[in-house]
DNA sequence: CGGTATCCCCAACGATACTG
DNA sequence: CAGTATCGTTGGGGATACCG
């Protein structure tokens, strides 16, 4: 049996940096948990929560995380255009993970910064 | 009270956002955790159990591992020089919450690479 | 409204060579 | 052994304009 190193040092199958290389880009995880305390959202909607993403960017994670089965997009017919985005079940179940890491990043933020800065001198 | 929306998104001060750059990145997680299987290691035996990273990037991620207080580096002031590094406890209140992560993405990974395949088509 | 298309830039990353 | 220094590439990401 392979011990987890072998498999962490596999980076194009390692199944842990394949979700990190989704989740840790730069907006995936925020719009994860955007869309997580608001249910269901539509595309504009998201943009103004968030404020800083572009559309461009915003259009790709929305894309990724969609590929990734971690989100639902249901587009309305009409004219002005309608999309509604929400989590999936599998996102569903992966919040909870992602709350605990939000949790402790909160916990060591401050003494984080401090040791930056210590560090820097 | 900010909620946490307001906190997600305002990127620089967002401890999640600020630790994510972090472990984000293309390998310190993996670093973190191939020093928490073994306890402690010199800086060649992490190269070698990684395999893939250059020197360079071993090096500037084991720095920022340290300015965030994540590792400890001990140096041995003999020739050839001698340069330990292991978790410190902050890193090792973290690698929970990595490896629960990591156990979430062992348990999706086959179905998340099979909705990727069909979103492709 | 909900996106694409296009252009551009910079920082992350790798390869190689060198050093105390 | 444990790193720096230097150079070159690339792709993530932003700005802007346009479209069904």
């Given at each position: ?13 390692c199944?842990?940096r ?104």
């Amino acid at each position: 049996m392979k011990n987890n190193l072998e498999i962490y040092a596999d980076v194009d199958n390692c199944p842990i940096r394949n979700v990190l290389d989704r989740i840790g880009d730069k907006w995936s995880m925020l719009v994860l948990l955007v869309l997580n305390e608001s249910d269901v959202l539509r595309f504009n909607e998201i943009h103004k929560v968030i404020g800083s993403i572009s559309q461009k960017m915003l259009s790709t994670t929305l894309k990724n995380l969609e590929a990734d089965g971690l989100i639902e997009r249901e587009v309305y017919p009409v004219i002005p255009p309608k999309v509604e985005y929400r989590l999936t079940a599998r996102a569903e179940s992966l919040i909870p993970h992602l709350l605990s890491l939000a949790e402790w990043a909160k916990d060591n933020f401050i003494p984080i910064k401090q040791s930056r800065e210590r560090f820097g001198s």
